[in-house]
């Protein structure tokens, strides 16, 4: 394909993102195609840069943009097409990739320089690689694990450049409007200090939304801080609230689908939740002028600010996140020092390094920042090895008791000023849209049925089996290849809260494929389980060690299946193991999958072979001549291995799922066995096509279904 280059960014682990557009798809002997929408495309270990308006040619796989259809998932395939980009491509280092010149811009020119001063002030690290992601956005040098230790210490927001940093910035135009009050005081004779400040801090703000390539966040901070000094400069009251509401008002009429936004939403709810709470919090501020107690008022004075937000965000990071680290203490540490020391010295050192005549002075400045950055890393990794950054999984809130949540803090901000004559009969319809939800779920499960969920994780496997009761079994956890997306904390884990507590009876692991086991990894971590159970086998090296070492943490011991073993499930419920007798027998480590029949008062329900091939089918049915069960899902994900006609005679399913992805190289299900079960009368619902699969056994016999998405 061919297209021009309209975005791009830095993610963390050396990655590009960049978004294409007046894409065309070249066809070798017939005319191009052109695209009606653009194209994200990902490209890892790059040996070269781009820039805006710059051809590119690429042979890669065109895929249109998805996410994954569980219920109350993130739809990232949404999120792309509000943005105008219907496909996504994804290509490594210089393989099949041309690029046209670089076209010529005083301000991509003057940005590269920029970005450069900061690159040449010191050797390669996470000192350097934070400060030039909190300056420009760019995060392409950061290390995964630097993210994971921001995200545990609750710091994620101070890499996100939106309104925090560009207070850090208008803080600038305050300082110089006091320096300016002090050495020519009549100076706030013509203008108030406010304004001054206002004025002042106009320029550095438009600079650093430049600098930070004008991320959406960056523009909607600066959006909001253009009608806060207006209202200020005309002298009107309570400028913050109105200011958000202009602002908001602003974007909606201009994007009006902006509203489905998740940063927009997150910025406008913590802002929110600080205009209206931080109020009440004064009397934490009313201490003296003394040193000691200026401080003091500082410190408050954060971790207030800080308190007001989370409140606020809470309900959006529970449903969206599903992760909340209770430890506000870091962001009193990390914060200052970020907001007084890094930006103006990393800031400073930049534009200094740009000119030959001060770049030493420059490199000297940026140098001074990552040293700082450097410490402020060090301390974290060495809290965090004390355990001092817990993170709890959360019950991902319906959307009722969001709406529900959202009345009750409206009702307390109300109060707080005055209690409102709606008092109670708000706190009744706060409280019944919080409860009753939670109440149908709990009607829901103790009902008296079995539920089958195959979850859609692309290619790989992960099984909810779902008892009376609220009992619950999870089958392997999925695993994906991404460096970025990790299957159990963000698709397993979604659908497992989500209006549920993280807990579950037990947890099986079929056979060690990085397709079945890498998602464990995060439930286990985070969820309170039961038990484990697993074929025998572990995944190889340091992956298999780090299981085992995560279970001992856990205190959970591992208990190993084989064939004849029953596990007992509770109402009635059981697990037949019917595979395999003997690992080491097995031509493949997929022949080692367990197979295993879930039956209900002796009926046969559900046969979930996991990854065997014809050889260990044959061994089913060898030690097994009654295999019948109502559903299959199909072993090896519908890959040909699975091609023994006599194993589906046997089975005689009334209903097929399959878990397969959605653009693999492979077409599953395979041709064959389609045709082969189509000839039965039996078509087959794949999780590619229909998303989350659903079977549900109750007093009317069984249903197929997908869940309602709450």
Avoid at 67 to 81: C, I, S, T, V
Avoid at 382 to 388: E, R
Wanted: hydrophobic share 50%.
């Amino acid at each position: 394909m061919q297209g021009v280059v309209k975005d791009i960014s830095g993610k963390p682990g050396g990655r590009l993102q960049v978004v294409l557009e007046d894409v065309q798809v070249l066809v070798p002997g017939k005319q191009s195609i052109p695209l009606h929408s653009g194209v994200v495309w990902s490209w890892h270990d790059p040996s070269r840069t781009l820039r805006p308006g710059q051809d590119v040619h690429l042979l890669t796989r065109l895929l249109p943009v998805a996410g994954f259809g569980n219920p109350g998932a993130w739809d990232y395939g949404q999120y792309w097409r509000m943005q105008g980009v219907g496909f996504s491509a994804y290509s490594k280092g210089e393989k099949s990739l041309r690029t046209g010149p670089v076209p010529e811009s005083f301000a991509a020119e003057l940005l590269a320089n920029l970005q450069g001063a900061v690159l040449d002030g010191a050797a390669p690290g996470q000192g350097r690689a934070l400060l030039l992601a909190l300056l420009t956005g760019d995060r392409f040098e950061l290390d995964t694990r630097t993210v994971d230790l921001l995200r545990r210490a609750g710091l994620s927001h101070t890499l996100a450049l939106s309104g925090l940093h560009l207070g850090f910035v208008a803080s600038l135009g305050l300082f110089l409007a006091l320096m300016l009050g002090r050495f020519f005081p009549s100076a706030l004779l013509r203008v108030p200090r406010p304004k001054l400040a206002v004025l002042l801090a106009a320029p550095a703000i438009l600079g650093y939304v430049w600098l930070g390539q004008a991320s959406p966040s960056l523009v909607r901070a600066a959006l909001m801080f253009v009608f806060w000094g207006l209202l200020l400069l005309t002298g009107r009251p309570r400028v913050l609230l109105d200011g958000l509401f202009l602002a908001l008002a602003c974007m909606l009429l201009v994007s009006p689908l902006s509203v489905f936004d998740l940063r927009l939403q997150l910025s406008v709810v913590a802002v929110a939740g600080i205009a209206v709470f931080l109020p009440a919090l004064q009397f934490l501020f009313r201490t003296g002028d003394s040193l000691p107690y200026r401080f003091l008022r500082w410190f408050l004075g954060i971790m207030a600010v800080s308190f007001c937000a989370n409140v606020a965000l809470l309900p959006l990071t529970a449903r969206y996140f599903g992760m909340f680290t209770p430890n506000l203490l870091p962001n009193f540490i990390w914060l200052p020092p970020l907001g007084f020391l890094v930006l103006p010295l990393g800031g400073a050192g930049m534009l200094l390094g740009v000119f030959p005549w001060t770049a030493g002075l420059g490199q000297l400045l940026v140098a001074g920042a990552i040293n700082v950055l450097d410490v402020m890393l060090t301390f974290l990794q060495w809290a965090n090895s004390l355990d001092f950054f817990p993170l709890h999984q959360l019950l991902r809130p319906l959307w009722p008791e969001m709406l529900g949540c959202a009345v009750l803090l409206v009702l307390v901000a109300m109060t707080l000023r005055r209690p409102p004559r709606c008092f109670w009969p708000g706190m009744a319809l706060g409280l019944a849209l919080l409860f009753v939800p939670q109440l149908q779920m709990l009607w829901r499960d103790a009902q008296n049925e079995v539920r089958v969920e195959v979850l859609d994780v692309g290619q790989g496997q992960a099984i909810v089996i779902s008892l009376p009761g609220g009992g619950r079994l999870l089958l392997d956890g999925g695993g994906l290849r991404s460096r970025s997306l990790e299957a159990g904390r963000d698709v397993v884990a979604p659908y497992l809260t989500l209006g549920r507590p993280p807990r579950l009876d037990w947890i099986v692991l079929s056979h060690p494929h990085m397709d079945h086991y890498k998602g464990l990894f995060h439930i286990l971590e985070y969820f309170e389980v039961g038990r484990f159970a697993f074929n025998g086998l572990w995944p190889s090296g340091d992956t298999g060690r780090a299981f085992r070492n995560l279970l001992e943490e856990k205190r959970l011991s591992a208990q190993r299946l084989a064939r004849g073993d029953v596990l007992s499930l509770g109402h009635d419920a059981s697990i037949d193991v019917l595979h395999p007798f003997q690992v080491k027998k097995a031509p493949t480590t997929n022949d080692t999958s367990l197979v295993l029949l879930l039956k209900r008062a002796g009926r046969p329900l559900a046969l979930l072979p996991g990854d065997a091939e014809a050889w260990g089918l044959k061994q089913v049915l060898a030690s097994a001549p009654e295999v019948h069960a109502d559903l299959l899902v199909l072993p090896h994900h519908g890959s040909r291995t699975g091609l023994l006609p006599v194993f589906y005679d046997r089975v005689a399913p009334f209903v097929v799922f399959c878990s397969c992805g959605r653009y693999d190289a492979a077409i599953l299900p395979d041709p064959d066995i389609r045709n082969l079960l189509e000839k039965k009368g039996l078509s087959i619902m794949t999780t590619a096509d229909d998303g989350l699969l659903q079977a549900v056994w109750d007093r009317e016999g069984l249903r197929i279904g997908v869940q309602d998405d709450f």
